[in-house]
């Protein structure tokens, strides 16, 4: 599923292309056709992400929201775009360029008390401006829950997925089955620091960059389309650090990946 990074990256793509311009929305596949003729025609005010959910803010005051889910996907087309092939869910087209939403698992029509609701269920995101981290610390620091499952709660955290939960808990030697409650202010303060600048370098390569260039052993940065890590998808294999066998267990029904010694607390 993609994480924070992938969806504020698509805003600011959205916001580039589409954004102070009448766009043109429609549904191909008609399970969005109500909701693109709502906004069809109208201006396009601003794109933002907030965790793993996209919101196109319209002039009419009507927002379109995107969950893409596992499957969800945008593909831009230069214009004129041709027919839509496959399962297109929402189609924009804007002066210049135009996209093709496939498989997402929200794509739907909020007004403002909805946004207003889903903002309020989400917790703190590390890539907006506005994003306060003492809101996800009050939580995690009364929690008896493991910080391994605290950081894929998006209502303590927004846009954390597996890849960026394992590779901050390796980075800051923190083992996965701690409770929040156990995880000391200091910690966290340096958690919050270290991901928001990891997100940002997400955003803005378009690729996660998790591994210290010290621990850079020269082999490819992505193998098997998936980034170079320390403990994501390295099961059995070496520990960059310290040659350690990852280990490998399931938390939550997500898979979760560890070095037992560079983690061992």
Known sequence: MPEGHTLHR????HQRHFAGAPVRVSSPQRRFESGAASVDGRVLVRAEAWG???????????????????????TDLPLPMGTPVGQVRMRMVGA???????????????????????????????????????????????????????????????????VYRAELLFRHGINPNRPGARLGATEWDAMWTDLVALMKVGVRRGKMHVVRPEHDNGEPAYAKDRPRTY???RTESACRVCGTPIAHSVMKA???FWCPTCQSV
């Open 52 to 74: 793993k959910h996209l919101l196109h803010h319209y002039e009419s005051g009507l927002i379109v929201h995107v969950h893409l889910g596992l499957y969800g996907k945008f």
């Open 10 to 13: 698509l805003a600011r793509e």
């Open 231 to 233: 403990v994501y998808r």
């Open 96 to 162: 210049e360029i135009g996209t093709d939403l496939r498989g997402p698992t929200a794509c739907e029509i909020y007004d403002e008390p909805q946004l207003r609701a889903l903002e309020d269920r989400l917790g703190p995101d590390p890539l907006r401006p506005d994003a306060d981290p003492a809101r996800a610390w009050r939580r995690i620091s009364k929690s008896q829950t493991a910080i391994g499952a605290l950081l894929m709660d998006q209502q303590v955290i927004a846009g954390v997925g597996n």
């Open 254 to 256: 997500r898979n979760l």
